[in-house]
């Protein structure tokens, strides 16, 4: 896992993830990549082709470029979260990176109306290589106080498969 805390592996730190996942890769037939980055907020839905920063000038990392540079070390699925809503999903040489599945349980503290309140759970599928086979995105809603509801509007689902063919229309997974 990978973050913005200056106590963890941070996401900015490159070179420093593609040890970890080189050696992660080594000991293991899967290696599955958690991180949080990214900025937050509605105007935050596009995956930029850069570093973004938090308003008080914190990094939140380049994940595009960190994520892409996971796959090439040797992971071989990421999934990231931290806008606290949904992202784009790409294939990328054969390996999903889904740049944000936002939250899926968050009661207190944290706007869950609008797409805030989006909770996709991914299942993915690979082979013993680790190659994407197939996925498929279960629709949540999330509920002030309450947790996660099952969505039968499919908003979430809907809401990653647009913008995956914005953000990545040569890479985009049928969604």
């Given amino acids: 896992a990978f973050g913005t805390s ?9 070179e420093n993830a593609k040890k970890i996942i080189a ?6 037939d899967i290696v599955i990549v958690s991180f949080h980055g990214g900025c937050e907020g ?11 920063y938090f308003s008080n000038g914190l990094s939140r990392g380049d994940v595009y470029k960190f994520s892409r540079a996971c796959v090439d070390a040797g992971a071989d699925i990421v999934f990231g979260h931290s806008p606290h ?5 790409e294939i990328y040489k054969n390996h999903i990176i889904a740049y944000s599945l936002g939250n899926f349980c968050t009661p207190y503290r944290i706007n869950v109306s609008g ?7 991914l299942e993915v599928i690979v082979d013993n290589k680790g190659n994407f086979i197939k996925g498929r995105i279960h629709s949540f809603k999330q509920r ?14 809907k809401e990653i498969r647009n913008l995956s063919k914005e953000d990545f229309p040569q890479t985009a997974p049928n969604i």
């Fill in 144 to 157: 002030r106080g309450k947790g996660p509801t099952i969505d039968l509007s499919n908003a979430a689902v």
């Fill in 42 to 52: 509605s105007s935050a839905r596009h995956v930029p082709k850069e570093r973004e």
């Fill in 85 to 89: 809503l949904c992202r784009a999903i």
């Fill in 115 to 121: 797409i805030f309140g989006y909770a996709p759970l």
């Fill in 23 to 28: 050696e992660a890769n080594s000991n293991a």
């Fill in 6 to 14: 200056p106590n963890g592996n941070h996401i900015d730190n490159i």
